[in-house]
């Protein structure tokens, strides 16, 4: 079974930076998209950047230009470089995988990260 891990969250001021980072496991021949989600205390989960297995990318307007999302198809990794960080950034961010075929040329549901806490905070 096909799982996610991140890694990165923490503590940051406002205008600094953070880099996530998110490793799919398992049986995997290619995953379609990578991504990211946010939660805010009381607020839903949203996308915050997601990228294919091409390399293309959409972000919320909330992060264009601040943010920057990567991936390493080899490794099964996906990266987001957050810089100048503001407070209202404070979330648990999710990765996610799409489109998942596995070894065996079977596709698996999507699957969602443990989340990983960033807080904004001076």
């Known amino acids: 079974q096909v799982q996610l891990v991140e890694s990165g969250g923490g503590l940051v001021q406002p205008g600094g930076s953070l880099r996530l980072s998110c490793a799919a496991s398992?049986?995997?021949?290619?995953?379609?998209?990578m991504g990211w989600h946010r939660q805010a205390p009381g607020k839903q989960r949203d996308l915050v950047a997601r990228?294919?297995?091409?390399?293309?990318?959409n972000y919320a307007d909330a992060v264009k230009g601040r943010f920057t999302i990567s991936r390493d198809n080899a490794k099964n990794m996906v990266y987001l470089q957050m810089n100048s960080l503001k407070p209202e950034d404070t979330a648990v961010y999710y990765c996610y995988a799409a489109g998942i075929r596995t070894m065996l040329g079977e596709y698996e549901y999507d699957r969602w990260g443990q989340g990983t806490q960033v807080n904004v905070s001076s």
């Open positions: 990228i294919t297995r091409n390399g293309s990318t």
């Open positions: 398992g049986s995997i021949f290619s995953i379609a998209a």
